[in-house]
C-alpha cells in the first residue's frame, strides 16, 4: 500500500459493537485500515477525515439511519463500495441500495445479520 488510492480504507457504521468488532477484525485481516463509529456525527467526521474505499453501513441506529448515512455518501459522490447491513427486513436494505444507485452509488452489496465471518471476507475482498 504504497499509494493513497491503493490503500483500503474502511468505515463501520454500526452501533452493535460487537458486529463492528468482528467485521473490524476481519477486515484488518485483509489490509484495511478500520474506523468504526456509530452516530452521525462521528460518521461524518470520519468519512471526511478517513476518505473510506469502503463503507459497511447498519440500516437502523438510534439517531440516524443507513438511508441518512447513503444519502450523504452520494451528495459527496462517494465512489466506493458501500455494504448495507440490516437485522430487520432484507427489503429494506434492498429498497435502500436501489434509491443509493438512483443516487449515483454504484457498489453496494446487501447482507442480512446474523452475518457470517465468510460472507463478511467475500464483500471486503
Known amino acids: 500500500m504504497t499509494a493513497m488510492s491503493e490503500a483500503r480504507r474502511l468505515l463501520i457504521v454500526d452501533d452493535e459493537q460487537d458486529f463492528a468488532e468482528?467485521?473490524?477484525?476481519?477486515?484488518?485481516?485483509?489490509?484495511?485500515d478500520v474506523r468504526t463509529v456509530d452516530s452521525r456525527r462521528t460518521?461524518?467526521?470520519?468519512?471526511?477525515?478517513?476518505?473510506?474505499?469502503?463503507?459497511?453501513?447498519d440500516m437502523v441506529m438510534p439517531d440516524f439511519d443507513g438511508n441518512e448515512a447513503l444519502a450523504w455518501l452520494a451528495d459527496r459522490a462517494f465512489a466506493g463500495r458501500i455494504v448495507i447491513i440490516t437485522g430487520f427486513d432484507q427489503a429494506q436494505a434492498e429498497i435502500a441500495a436501489r434509491l443509493a444507485r438512483v443516487r449515483g452509488l454504484e457498489d453496494i452489496s446487501c447482507l442480512s445479520k446474523p452475518v457470517r465471518p465468510d460472507q463478511i471476507r467475500d464483500v471486503l475482498a
Open 22 to 32: 468482528t467485521v473490524s477484525l476481519i477486515a484488518a485481516r485483509l489490509g484495511y
Open 43 to 57: 460518521f461524518e467526521a470520519a468519512a471526511v477525515e478517513l476518505q473510506p474505499t469502503v463503507v459497511v453501513v
